[in-house]
């Protein structure tokens, strides 16, 4: 079973960027492909990027297309989520999800793909 922590969150002023940083502990990441979502106040959980095991295959929400960039290092057990250009409508509890596959390029949009979850870092953006 793996273990998810997330980091990075913070209050910054619109257009700025943050860097969240997802580490795995307890099995190698290179196992899972990985994804992240976010919650508004108020809202349910949201799709927002996904990336395979390889780190070949990416995918993102139409909403943060172009100014988030998701990665991975594998070697450091961490996945990334690179985000300009922040609105305040990025406002959200940012999470990492793990879905262990045996395909090196398939990845997961959908909540329910996901068996791991961390516990969310917080993403506040200010007009």
């Known amino acids: 079973q793996v273990q998810l922590v997330e980091t990075g969150g913070g209050l910054v002023q619109a257009g700025a960027s943050l860097r969240l940083s997802c580490a795995a502990s307890?099995?190698?990441?290179?196992?899972?492909?990985m994804g992240w979502f976010r919650r508004a106040p108020g809202k349910g959980r949201d799709f927002v990027s996904a990336?395979?095991?390889?780190?070949?295959?990416?995918y993102y929400a139409d909403s943060v297309k172009g100014r988030f960039t998701i990665s991975r290092d594998n070697a450091k057990n961490t996945v990334y989520l690179q985000m300009n250009g922040l609105k305040p409508e990025d406002t959200a509890v940012y999470y990492c999800?793990?879905?262990?596959?045996?395909?090196?390029?398939?990845?997961?949009?959908?909540?329910?793909?996901?068996?791991?979850w961390g516990q969310g870092t917080p993403v506040t953006v200010s007009s």
């Open positions: 990336i395979s095991r390889s780190g070949r295959s990416t």
């Open positions: 999800a793990a879905e262990g596959t045996w395909h090196d390029n398939y990845y997961y949009t959908r909540e329910s793909q996901y068996d791991y």
């Open positions: 307890g099995r190698t990441l290179s196992d899972y492909a």
